[in-house]
């Protein structure tokens, strides 16, 4: 009887390990999921109606590339953020708008950026770069906080 009580505590305890080890693997893996900081970029086309489009490409800082985006005016893009250890997370973008030749490329989160955003009581912090003809600006509303200007290419 023993022997009995022993070997169903041993297979107990190896699916409750493998549970758990499954349950651990699903979250690291999981994109939904972060283990410090958690912010919501968005990228907002503030273009004039009628113009062409805007182009962007954006990397994490490990040059992991999200993808070429085309944002139409009052389009927007969004993307999630988890932020390191260290908070030395970075995200850079290549924008391009053929309409009047500009470009510019900038780090569109960062360190000083993310104190920037706007926290949420529940979900992720809030982060916003608008797109408009004279430059870029980064917040959620006027006034905003900081400029990038387009150059021509």
Request: a neutral charge; hydrophobic letters at 35%; glycine letters at 4%.
């Amino acid at each position: 009887m023993y022997k009995l009580n022993r070997n169903k505590n041993n297979s107990q305890t190896i699916i409750l390990f493998s549970l758990i080890t499954t349950f651990n693997l699903l979250i690291i893996k999981s994109s939904s999921f972060c283990f410090f900081s958690e912010y919501e970029m968005r990228i907002v086309s503030n273009l004039s109606p009628g113009t062409r489009s805007l182009k962007l490409q954006c990397y994490k800082g490990d040059g992991t590339d999200l993808g070429l985006q085309t944002l139409h005016p009052n389009e927007e893009y969004k993307f999630k953020i988890c932020t390191n250890f260290f908070t030395e997370t970075r995200y850079y973008c290549d924008f391009h708008w053929r309409e009047y030749r500009l470009t510019a490329d900038f780090y569109v989160f960062d360190p000083f950026l993310s104190s920037l955003c706007e926290d949420q009581v529940f979900g992720p912090s809030k982060c916003q770069w608008t797109v408009e003809y004279p430059g870029f600006y980064f917040g959620m509303e006027w006034p905003y906080h900081v400029k990038a200007p387009w150059s021509h290419y």
